[in-house]
């Protein structure tokens, strides 16, 4: 569902609103209704997140169409939010209780997203890595017929790219960067006029000690639904804006390597089951929850649809390399397999090669999104009168 | 390769005729002076024709004797290196060359081996494989001859050209509202950065000799389709580099949390780092990268850019996001300098990374820049805003003691005579602010007749800015109870503001009609500090009824008391108060004594008759050393003074 469609509407019933806010007297109930048709939206979208099927390998759950759907989504939900929050007849009232404590929350969470965004960024270079080793991979197995030649290329890029997504996992746990060397040289004997082959892998763009698990736990900091009255107004859009925004940043790094991401798992939602739109999330939450739980004990370097295609159908795959150099030749119906795997693999990385950039420029308007809705609320703030300086 | 298949002869007659083509070609092959293209041409058709050979011979049964001959021969070729633990690109020239004839070779028979349909002939086949795999074991090699050239030519040290960034300005403004004496501002105002622009230096990344080494493995890797291994090893040593040439700038790796809780302090000097490393990444490393990029994979299509793309996107990421967070941070008005440079810096490489980045992979790195300058700019004139409101709204509690230079005016004017520095970046930036601002300044400047440099944008902003200086400093001196210190005041910090302008670059912006006014200003004040202070005084001297000669005894008497307790009143109060100019001092000295000791002189002359020594508590020289002890700063009181005098 593309993004635009949302935002027409969105717009439209905005201008027209402003229309009418001079006109009408009963804002109360027009804001009733925003707020209303907010939470609609919300559990619509995250609805259609949850129903994504299984088997159909392109909107499969985290896959990379999936993302896209999900940011998009999250841009939508965002624009309505901040419509609800600065169009409102009365802008003083993001400088009174409790929005005077609830949006400079809101707007460290915001930050805290960036930088999650930021990392998420540099976590699809590796992506974009594993891409690429997996491509020769597809060059050595594509070509007919597949001799010893061909299979040894192919347990090479197979090598490099296990490895690449075992390092990086582990780096992502260790947040230690060492010299990265393939420990094996070709001759299994390292001599020091040799270089050992090496290959990429995240390199930190932040401090060391910085930990993507860590940042999305603190932006649950603080996050409690609203309660009694406080329900009926415009805290409930903050929280409902700020589950989504923790969600996406969560489910973005289980996804995507990203560095450290111990304890991932145990972050735990503050959205209780019986509000209507955080069921879907919750839902979402648990299923995601589940496999990052099943594959961090095996480690990971995300759970990227994708990525683990790739992993499995490279273990196949060097299974496959392995029996041919232990046997010299192969059968026919091995060949045959082989080559049905090697073309999945194919297809596997003509899904990333369409889809990582625009995922990666996506995540880059998600961020200018944060930022310029960020700047928007510290502007009102400001032209509130508020003198006390925010937060951040 | 079709033609290649038809044209192999059916029977033994032509069987001799390939065998003449196949002499004559390995004869023209001996031929020493044969260029490289046309030697290649013979040794894929001296390959043809032994297969032809070989084919018609498997037909007899003899298999693919030449060519498994020549199979062995450059398996013994590359085997060989297999178990040697020298690299090849090290052993020497000789070497070299052999090697890479002997991949040729193989890519060659593969070539040929294709070329000719599987006939379900095992023995092909098997040659086939055979060398392939002699194949793969050749490029496997040769990834890691590149590597390991790569990382051994990596060039470590720093181009001794590059400036360190200490050795840049340094001095920041660290507080928002602080005096500072003029001596630091002086040097803060020394854009150093201007100077040691380092230009496009394109360096050697790797040294030239060795990139025609680098060339010949890409070649062949690119001729076997081996390309992406080569760009994947390529890219893997040099983007290691790059980020190692970052780490040497010392770019603190900051999340956007990290800038935005950043004291100034930290901050500016990292707002300086980032603009360092912003010129040496773009215009040396990275364009030294690119012609690398080019040197090596020109020839291969459009892998140079995407690798290039690849070494240097998370360096650029890096870059892109403390600017962001820059950009995005409250933007107090002691950083609007470092926000120029960095939007100056930004502006000045924004066209060389249009280039640096210009296919259409590279359009995400283009569009991220130009964004984050609009951000920056927005940055700038939000800091110049937030410095004229906190000019306008800086609120003392106090009167600022001794009726001196305000820190107010010192940080204004020290700070905004930077500007002119900035000024075609400021006026390109404030120019839409422009009109509100032109209006604000209702002075002859800014209308039609005023000269170009007076009604830019900037000079506008600027006289709005001394504007609300000069309102504030008004409201200042209502602090004060005595009205001739609020003169004091107002003429000190006016006399500073003209002194200020004169004597720097922001005096074309000001103009001369400004300076006239504002001379005009202060010595309105210095006229009526004297009328306040000293007329009351001077009036007690004067003559109850002209025309008579002289006065009473008792008349004088009371006179001369008046008059000194007046006078120690004031010089009591006085002497506490300060004028820092001493040519200002001087001359409001002078004109004192002229009107204080004109007049008293008169008065005792009018009445040599009483004129003794006690009554007169102050002679006329006592007045006039007297005067010289006010607005020194150091309270004294006469009575010290008279007791020092007559001792």
Not at chain 1, 68 to 82: G, Q, S, Y
Not at chain 2, 131 to 156: C, F, G, N, T, Y
Not at chain 2, 307 to 324: H, P, V
Not at chain 2, 543 to 553: A, E, I, Y
Request: with cysteine.
């Amino acid at each position: 569902m593309p993004a635009t469609d949302y935002q027409a509407s969105f717009l439209g019933r905005i201008s027209i609103r402003r229309n009418q806010v001079i006109a009408m007297d009963g804002n109360h109930e027009q804001e009733l209704q925003d707020l209303e048709l907010f939470s609609k939206h919300v559990s619509e979208r995250f609805a259609e997140l949850l129903s994504s099927p299984d088997d159909v390998p392109f909107d499969a759950l985290l896959s990379i169409s999936w993302l896209r759907k999900l940011l998009d989504f999250f841009l939508c939900c965002e624009a309505e939010f901040k419509g609800i929050l600065m169009m409102g007849n009365d802008p003083s009232q993001i400088s009174k209780p409790p929005l005077d404590r609830l949006i400079p929350e809101f707007l460290d969470r915001s930050v805290k997203a960036l930088d999650v965004c930021n990392a998420v960024t540099n976590g699809l270079e590796s992506v974009r890595h594993y891409q690429k080793l997996a491509e020769i991979v597809v060059s050595a197995l594509e070509q007919k017929p597949i001799g010893d030649g061909q299979s040894r290329r192919a347990k090479k890029a197979l090598t490099s790219l296990i490895s690449a997504m075992n390092v990086d996992d582990k780096e992502c746990s260790a947040a230690k960067a060492t010299e990265r060397s393939w420990s094996f040289s070709r001759r299994g004997v390292s001599s020091k006029d040799r270089v050992p082959e090496h290959f990429r892998s995240v390199s930190n763009q932040v401090a060391k000690n910085w930990s993507a698990a860590k940042q999305i736990q603190a932006m649950t900091n603080n996050l409690v639904p609203p309660r009694g009255a406080e329900g009926s107004g415009l805290a409930s859009p903050v929280y409902t804006m700020s589950v989504i925004m923790v969600f996406v940043m969560w489910a973005l790094v289980a996804a995507i390597p990203c560095q450290e991401r111990n304890g991932l798992s145990a972050i735990h939602f503050p959205a209780p089951k019986q509000l209507n739109w955080a069921q879907s999330i919750i839902g979402l939450h648990e299923k995601i929850g589940e496999e990052w739980k099943k594959k961090e004990k095996k480690g990971t370097a995300g759970l990227l649809d994708e990525m683990q295609k790739m992993e499995k159908l490279g273990n196949i795959l060097m299974d496959f390399t392995d029996s041919f150099q232990f046997h010299g030749d192969i059968t026919d119906q091995k060949a045959e397999e082989a080559a049905a795997h090697a073309a999945e693999l194919a297809e596997t990385c003509r899904r990333m090669e369409e889809g990582l950039l625009p995922l990666q420029m996506q995540i880059r308007e998600v961020f200018h999104r944060i930022v310029k809705t960020r700047t928007e609320l510290l502007n009102a703030l400001d032209q509130v009168g508020k003198s006390s300086p925010p937060l951040l | 390769m079709d033609e290649c298949q038809s044209a192999i002869p059916a029977h033994d007659g032509d069987l001799h005729v390939v065998a003449a083509a196949h002499h004559i070609v390995k004869a023209l092959g001996t031929t020493k002076n044969l260029s490289d293209d046309l030697r290649k041409i013979l040794i894929d058709l001296d390959a043809h024709l032994s297969l032809i050979t070989s084919n018609i011979d498997s037909k007899g049964g003899k298999g693919f004797v030449e060519v498994e001959e020549r199979l062995k021969r450059v398996e013994r070729k590359i085997v060989i290196w297999e178990s040697d633990r020298i690299m090849i690109w090290d052993s020497g020239p000789k070497e070299v060359s052999d090697y890479l004839e002997a991949v040729d070779e193989v890519q060659t028979l593969i070539d040929s081996l294709r070329g000719l349909s599987m006939n379900e002939n095992q023995k092909q086949k098997e040659l086939l494989h055979r060398a392939s795999s002699l194949l793969q074991m050749a490029m496997s090699r040769l990834e890691e001859e590149l590597i390991h050239m790569l990382v051994k030519h990596k060039q470590q040290s720093e181009p001794t050209y590059m400036p360190s960034p200490s050795s840049q300005r340094n001095v920041v403004y660290n507080e928002s509202v602080v005096s500072l004496d003029n001596e630091s501002a002086k040097e803060a105002s020394s854009k150093s950065s201007r100077s040691d622009e380092c230009g496009e230096y394109i360096v050697d990344l790797v040294p030239e000799h060795v990139i025609p080494d680098i060339k010949s493995i890409a070649k062949v890797m690119f001729a076997s389709d081996y390309g992406q291994e080569f760009c994947e090893a390529f890219i893997g040593v040099r983007k290691e580099a790059l980020e190692q040439h970052f780490d040497i700038l010392e770019n603190g790796k900051l999340s956007i949390e990290d800038v935005l809780k950043m004291e100034w302090c930290s901050l500016s000097t990292e707002m300086n780092k980032w603009i360092w490393s912003m010129k040496i990444i773009f215009r040396v490393y990275l364009m030294s990268e690119k012609r690398l990029c080019d040197q090596v994979l020109g020839e291969f299509g459009s892998v140079n850019s995407f690798c290039f793309l690849e070494i240097a996107k998370t360096t650029i990421l890096c870059l892109l996001n403390f600017g962001e967070a820059i950009a995005m941070g409250p933007q107090e008005p002691e950083k609007l300098l470092r926000l120029l440079d960095m939007y100056e810096t930004l502006a000045d490489l924004v066209l060389d990374i249009d280039a640096l980045f210009s296919e259409d992979g590279g359009s995400f790195v283009r569009l991220e820049f130009h964004k984050l300058l609009e951000g920056l700019a927005d940055s700038v004139k939000a800091a110049f805003n937030t410095f004229r409101v906190a000019v306008s709204s800086n609120v003392s509690l106090y009167p600022f003691p001794g009726g001196g230079v305000h820190p107010l005016s010192k940080y204004v004017m020290n700070y905004i005579s930077m500007f002119p520095d900035y000024s075609s970046t400021l006026n390109l930036l404030l120019e839409d602010q422009h009109s509100d601002v032109a209006s604000l300044v209702s002075e002859p400047q800014c209308g039609p007749t005023a000269s170009l440099s007076t009604s830019c944008p900037m000079a506008c902003h600027l006289r709005s800015i001394t504007s609300s200086l000069e309102s504030n400093l008004h409201k200042k001196s209502k602090l004060y109870k005595d009205e001739a210190l609020q003169h004091i005041f107002l003429m000190n910090n006016l006399h500073y503001m003209v002194q200020k302008v004169k004597g720097s670059e922001l005096r074309p912006f000001f103009g001369d009609e400004w300076i006239r006014k504002h001379n005009a200003k202060f010595q309105q004040h210095e006229m009526n500090y004297e009328r306040v202070t000293w007329s009351s005084v001077v009036l007690l001297l004067k003559d109850d009824n002209p025309g008579s000669s002289s006065l009473s005894k008792s008349a004088f008497k009371e006179k001369c008391k008046g008059f000194s307790i007046a006078f120690e009143e004031v010089y009591k109060n006085q002497t506490s108060w300060c004028i820092p100019d001493p040519q200002l001092r001087e001359d409001l000295r002078i004109s004192t004594s002229l009107k204080v000791v004109h007049a008293y002189r008169t008065f005792l002359g009018r009445n040599p008759a009483h004129v003794d020594d006690k009554c007169i508590k102050h002679t006329v020289e006592d007045v006039e050393k007297l005067l010289l002890d006010l607005f020194e700063g150091s309270p004294r009181s006469l009575r010290n003074s008279r007791r020092m005098m007559k001792t």
